[in-house]
């Protein structure tokens, strides 16, 4: 049988997360790009008063956004650490880990048009 439940190291963990949080910001630029463009899309939404539904939809892209750099992040740091020389392998898995953060700021850049082009018009 594993561990009993403890309250305590559950809060532990959030400090765990919270430690990422602040490694993503102290040594990936990209999250500061992405909080930026979240930053005006969230006063967009404010300023054109989109609706709830809109707006699960804009936190969810800026939620998945920021997962796929945390992954992408983490991915890197194991590989470099694995080995910091060149390796064919490697790069394709960091390749293929960067193109998950594309895809998922391609989509999120597409429903934040499918919302807002309309509230331009």
């Known amino acids: 049988?594993?561990?009993r439940f403890s309250f305590r190291d559950r809060i532990k963990s959030f400090?765990?997360?919270f430690a990422?949080?602040?490694s993503l910001f102290a040594e990936e630029h990209n999250a500061y790009l992405h909080l930026a463009a979240s930053f005006g899309v969230v006063l967009m939404g404010f300023y054109w008063r989109i609706s709830a539904v809109e707006w699960m939809a804009?936190?969810?892209c800026i939620g998945i956004v920021f997962s796929m750099e945390i992954i992408?992040?983490?991915i890197e740091a194991l590989a470099d650490h694995v080995t910091p020389e060149k390796h064919k392998a490697i790069k394709k898995v960091k390749d293929l880990a960067a193109a998950a953060v594309l895809v998922s700021a391609i989509m999120s850049l597409v429903i934040g048009l499918l919302i807002f082009i309309p509230?331009?018009?």
């Open 58 to 60: 804009i936190i969810f």
């Open 15 to 17: 400090s765990f997360a």
């Open 72 to 74: 992408n992040s983490s």
């Open 119 to 121: 509230k331009w018009m």
């Open 1 to 3: 049988m594993g561990k």
């Open 20 to 22: 990422g949080l602040k």
